[in-house]
């Protein structure tokens, strides 16, 4: 499995965020607290987007985080005010640069921890599912790349909930044909650079930790004395896997079988259920 983080608000440094916090993205590739392996060194990925460019930059390599000198020197000198960092541990396909995370197609980015179980078994039907004109900018072996270009096929750039809803309703469905009892687990990141979607599902409702942050006011009710809460606007939050910390009141469970969407006219969070969908 996998750890990993969305943030969107104020521009700030990646490394205020990827490095300083107690329990930072980076601490976590080696000493995770809440994911099925402690380590997660099979590969890293930032992603991120600036003023005037439609498509996000996207830097990801098959080392560990915790010692790349290469994303050091980028979070400590790039701002954006909205980036996905993922750290990854394979479920079984290969340790190679194009199955790390986050995935990009256009303005979109994508990234997943959980797996589509027995892939090998239903990989094959998936993949002819993918719309002809997506399925050549497939280019990696992973299941949550192959998770990303069937909601592209089903309609992610007009509906992402919708489209996130399809596609986990194909997937327990082929699932569902090859035998398979608990297809799908998934905790999904998804932007178009301006709003942010997270999906937390699982076939057995069990699914991987998520976590959204408490609202900057709020919290600096709570803590005045801390000066980086005075940087913040208001309107900042991060999506993570397991607590960057433990400050108190900070960080919130998102309940099983959820989304919700970061956006400028305001939070939203809604109950997710599959769709059963037939196949493209």
Not at 24 to 48: C, P, R, Y
Not at 176 to 192: N, R
Request: aromatic letters at 10%; hydrophobic letters at 40%; one cysteine or more.
């Amino acid at each position: 499995m996998c750890r990993w983080l969305a943030y969107s608000g104020t521009p700030i440094l990646l490394d205020s965020i990827l490095y300083r916090p107690a329990h930072s993205l980076i601490d976590q590739s080696l000493h995770a607290k809440m994911g099925v392996e402690t380590t997660n060194g099979d590969g890293f990925g930032v992603g991120w987007y600036v003023p005037d460019k439609d498509s996000p930059a996207v830097v990801r390599d098959i080392g560990p985080a915790w010692s790349d000198r290469n994303l050091r020197e980028i979070a400590e000198h790039v701002v954006s005010p909205l980036f996905f960092a993922h750290i990854r541990a394979s479920t079984g396909t290969a340790v190679q640069q194009t199955n790390c995370h986050p995935f990009r197609h256009g303005r979109w980015m994508w990234m997943h921890n959980g797996a589509i179980a027995e892939f090998h078994l239903v990989r094959r039907d998936l993949a002819l599912s993918v719309e002809p004109g997506l399925f050549p900018y497939v280019e990696g072996s992973t299941d949550s790349e192959m998770m990303f270009y069937l909601s592209l096929t089903l309609g992610l750039e007009e509906d992402p909930p919708g489209a996130v809803a399809r596609m986990a309703g194909l997937v327990e469905r082929v699932g569902h044909e090859h035998g398979v009892e608990f297809p799908l687990q998934m905790t999904v990141a998804v932007t178009d650079g301006v709003r942010l979607w997270a999906f937390r599902y699982s076939s057995q409702k069990e699914s991987r930790s998520l976590f959204y942050s408490t609202r900057v006011d709020t919290l600096r009710s709570l803590h005045p004395d801390l000066a980086f809460l005075r940087e913040m606007s208001d309107d900042a939050r991060l999506i993570v896997s397991e607590p960057l910390g433990d400050l108190p009141g900070a960080w919130n469970a998102v309940p099983e079988g959820t989304y919700g969407v970061v956006q400028p006219e305001g939070d939203r969070m809604g109950t997710f259920t599959p769709v059963a969908a037939r196949r493209p």
